[in-house]
């Protein structure tokens, strides 16, 4: 009988190996990650090769920022702080977990990873009118890691997790 573990199948097995590493290690990231409410607005990316996707944008402009000080147009990195609930340029001044992002045009603070909440193709048409103006008040709960990456968990509308809210819009037709 020959050795399992000969040449081609150590090959063969390896990125197997290595990319369940990397999926347990996202999945850790997300699941130790600080939890946070952000309130978002929809738009139309216009990127039909993207996949099914809600496009969204967290509102930080309901939050103080650093960002109007600046005298420079050109994107600056600035830091939302997870608790404080403000944006700075400096993340000392961060009591605790922030998120990374950049101030654009000295006016709006941006961050890189909250732009897409993925749901089935089967519900998202109606979450897309939902965030576009439907609902009042759609919000999105992030973890974010120690390095500043956000990943949306979950997506809140009228108050309620999007999965409860699809099933009471599905009740009332």
């Known amino acids: ?6 040449k081609t199948n150590f090959l063969l097995f390896l990125p197997v190996v290595v990319w369940t590493a990397w999926a347990a290690a996202a999945h ?7 939890k946070t409410v952000l309130p978002i607005q929809g738009f139309d990316p216009r990127d039909i090769l993207a996949g099914r996707y809600l496009a969204i944008r967290a509102d930080y402009d309901a939050f103080p ?3 109007g000080r600046l005298t420079d147009k050109n994107p600056t990195n600035a830091f939302f702080c997870i608790g404080d609930d403000r944006v700075v340029l400096d993340k000392s001044r961060c009591s605790g977990r922030f998120i990374t992002g950049y101030c654009e045009r000295r006016k709006h ?3 890189t990873s ?4 993925y749901v089935s193709e089967k519900s998202a048409q109606l979450l897309e009118n939902a965030v576009n103006g439907r609902v009042k008040d759609p919000r999105v709960v992030v973890s974010v890691d120690k390095s500043g990456r956000a990943y949306p968990v979950d997506l809140i509308l009228d108050g309620l997790p999007y999965k409860e809210w699809l099933k009471t819009v599905e009740n009332e037709k």
């Open 65 to 67: 920022s650093e960002c």
């Open 1 to 6: 009988m020959r050795k399992f573990w000969n």
């Open 114 to 117: 909250v732009n897409r909440f």
């Open 109 to 111: 603070f941006r961050d």
């Open 28 to 34: 850790l990231s997300v699941a130790n990650g600080a």
